[in-house]
């Protein structure tokens, strides 16, 4: 990998600063590349009190007119002695560091580019300084990261089906973002796929970079316990719980006369189709199912939630199962079209399900006239979704994206209303414990 090294030494007084902010992890994780150059002691530059002199930066905007244009990594590590706590160093060396980091943005660095870090008296930019004034310093590196894989900014979001919750969701992020963050270069393409389970192998594969996913399947992914051939993988974060996905099993009163889906026969005549193959839909439809007793019905793969709703109209299947943030489109036309269709409900004692429990398959109650012809609650289960991204994305990035996500919650709820079930303060709800999460 190809580096182009400048190295600037800036002078500050020891004034008192109040800021604390703290960047942790080590270095190479910090910025994504493979090496570090500390600076070298070949220029120093005066500062009068809080203010770089005039011909300071002079010679920073020289240097920001060069690199703007590049893709590259500026890392500012400010300095300090010890003039009292080393809190209070390390507030000090941040506080150097912020003031170089806005010379160089006002003067059309990008902010994705640039990161900081401070440091204390033990930890002088010279082994050789010994005095005070010398470590009063804030030294930064550029480094060409252009060949780095983790510094990659066009980004791929993998949703599911066109005709679920999770595509338009992902567009309206991703146009969102594309909007919010043209400025840093990042750009989010999203495509359509099987859903939650293929999600997952094209994280592993590198063919998507952000994800979303039903919160069962990013365990049973990231545990590598794999009930239904999911790839074990665990080289993702979370970002955010986002929804919650409703489960409607649609089916005719000759299926069930008391609209509950326990009395629904266990026969192996009853075509069930129970999603998409590779979907978390099929998944968990699959767990309800079995954790029920149902082992004689006849569980079918389909089609995409558009084309399963034709096919259930038509007469191919006599329950479907379709997921998503109610009201879920497919099941709005259904209902529309055959106005003897209905929704299964769950019993209170099946809901209390051990298993329904563990995986974190929740009690929901959809309300009524959310749909058409229907006049009364539906107690049904709902399954949290949540938004990973790939570990080998730049941390500079990923804070971005997340940055930009929950700043922008109040126009995305206006935008479509599984946003508004979003917290800033309760990003994690419904994200498995074992799973590492990116706090906002």
Same mark, same amino acid.
């Not at 030294?139 to 005709?163: M, P, Q, W």
């Given at each position: 990998?190809?580096?182009?090294?400048?190295?600037?030494?800036?002078?500050? /007084?020891?004034?008192?600063?109040?800021?604390?902010?703290?960047?942790?992890?080590?270095?190479?994780?910090?910025?994504?590349?493979?090496?570090?150059?500390?600076?070298?002691?070949?220029?120093?530059?005066?500062?009068?009190?809080?203010?770089?002199?005039?011909?300071?930066?002079?010679?920073? %905007?020289?240097?920001?007119?060069? *690199? +703007?244009?590049? $893709?590259?990594?500026?890392?500012?590590?400010?300095?300090?002695? #010890?003039?009292?706590?080393?809190?209070?160093?390390?507030?000090?060396?941040?506080?150097?560091?912020? *003031?170089?980091?806005?010379?160089?943005?006002?003067?059309?660095?990008?902010?994705?580019?640039?990161?900081?870090?401070?440091?204390?008296?033990?930890?002088?930019?010279?082994?050789?300084?010994?005095?005070?004034?010398?470590?009063?310093?804030?030294?930064?590196?550029?480094?060409?990261?252009?060949? $780095? +894989?983790?510094?990659?900014?066009?980004?791929?979001?993998?949703?599911?089906?066109?005709?679920?919750?999770? !595509?338009?969701? &992902? #567009?309206?992020? @991703?146009?969102?973002?594309?909007?919010?963050?043209?400025?840093?270069?990042?750009?989010?393409?999203?495509?359509?796929?099987?859903?939650?389970?293929?999600?997952?192998?094209?994280?592993?594969?590198?063919?998507?970079?952000?994800?979303?996913?039903?919160?069962?399947?990013?365990?049973?992914?990231?545990?590598?316990?794999?009930?239904?051939?999911?790839?074990?993988?665990?080289?993702?974060?979370?970002?955010?719980?986002?929804?919650?996905?409703?489960?409607?099993?649609?089916?005719?009163?000759?299926?069930?006369?008391? &609209?509950?889906?326990? $009395?629904?026969?266990?026969?192996?005549?009853?075509?069930?189709?129970?999603?998409?193959?590779?979907?978390?839909? @099929?998944?968990?439809?699959?767990?309800?199912?079995?954790?029920?007793?149902?082992?004689?019905? /006849?569980?079918?793969?389909?089609? &995409?939630?558009?084309?399963?709703?034709?096919?259930?109209?038509?007469?191919? !299947?006599?329950?479907?199962?379709?997921?998503?943030?109610?009201?879920?489109?497919?099941?709005?036309?259904?209902?529309? #079209?055959? +106005?003897? @269709?209905?929704? %299964?409900?769950?019993?209170?004692?099946?809901?209390?399900?051990?298993?329904?429990?563990?995986?974190?398959?929740?009690?929901?109650?959809?309300?009524?006239?959310? !749909?058409?012809?229907?006049?009364?609650?539906?107690?049904?289960?709902?399954?949290?979704?949540?938004?990973?991204?790939?570990?080998?994305?730049?941390?500079?990035?990923?804070?971005?994206?997340?940055?930009?996500?929950?700043?922008?919650?109040? /126009?995305?709820?206006? /935008?479509? #209303?599984?946003?508004?079930?979003?917290?800033?303060?309760?990003?994690?709800?419904?994200?498995?414990?074992?799973?590492?999460?990116?706090?906002?």
């Amino acid at each position: 990998m190809k580096f182009i090294l400048f190295s600037i030494l800036l002078l500050l /007084s020891c004034s008192s600063y109040a800021e604390n902010i703290r960047i942790v992890g080590n270095i190479n994780e910090l910025i994504g590349c493979k090496e570090i150059h500390f600076a070298s002691k070949n220029l120093k530059i005066p500062i009068h009190e809080k203010k770089l002199s005039e011909s300071t930066e002079k010679k920073l %905007l020289t240097i920001s007119e060069k *690199i +703007k244009t590049w $893709n590259a990594i500026i890392l500012i590590i400010g300095h300090a002695n #010890k003039t009292n706590t080393p809190l209070f160093s390390f507030k000090n060396s941040i506080k150097r560091a912020k *003031i170089v980091k806005k010379i160089l943005l006002d003067n059309g660095v990008k902010k994705l580019n640039i990161k900081i870090m401070g440091r204390g008296e033990d930890s002088p930019p010279f082994l050789e300084l010994s005095s005070s004034e010398d470590n009063q310093t804030v030294s930064f590196d550029i480094l060409n990261c252009e060949n $780095n +894989k983790s510094y990659k900014k066009e980004l791929v979001l993998a949703t599911a089906t066109k005709g679920g919750t999770y !595509y338009p969701i &992902g #567009k309206i992020l @991703a146009n969102m973002w594309n909007d919010t963050l043209k400025d840093s270069g990042i750009s989010v393409k999203v495509i359509s796929t099987q859903g939650s389970k293929e999600n997952i192998d094209l994280l592993k594969k590198g063919k998507a970079d952000l994800a979303m996913m039903t919160s069962m399947v990013a365990f049973y992914a990231y545990a590598g316990m794999s009930p239904d051939i999911i790839q074990p993988y665990k080289e993702f974060t979370a970002i955010s719980s986002l929804w919650k996905d409703v489960h409607h099993f649609i089916t005719t009163p000759n299926m069930s006369t008391t &609209g509950f889906i326990d $009395n629904v026969k266990d026969n192996e005549k009853i075509r069930f189709c129970i999603g998409k193959e590779k979907s978390g839909t @099929a998944l968990t439809t699959k767990i309800i199912l079995d954790s029920m007793g149902y082992d004689n019905i /006849s569980r079918q793969y389909c089609a &995409g939630y558009d084309e399963a709703s034709e096919s259930f109209l038509n007469g191919k !299947y006599e329950i479907i199962s379709i997921a998503g943030g109610d009201p879920v489109d497919s099941i709005e036309r259904i209902l529309l #079209k055959n +106005k003897e @269709a209905i929704i %299964l409900q769950f019993k209170s004692q099946d809901l209390l399900n051990e298993k329904f429990s563990e995986l974190q398959l929740l009690p929901y109650t959809i309300k009524n006239n959310t !749909y058409s012809n229907q006049n009364k609650p539906i107690e049904t289960i709902a399954e949290p979704n949540i938004l990973v991204i790939n570990n080998n994305i730049n941390p500079a990035v990923i804070d971005l994206l997340s940055e930009s996500f929950f700043k922008n919650l109040s /126009s995305l709820s206006w /935008s479509h #209303k599984a946003f508004k079930e979003v917290s800033k303060d309760k990003f994690d709800n419904g994200i498995p414990k074992i799973i590492p999460v990116h706090h906002p």
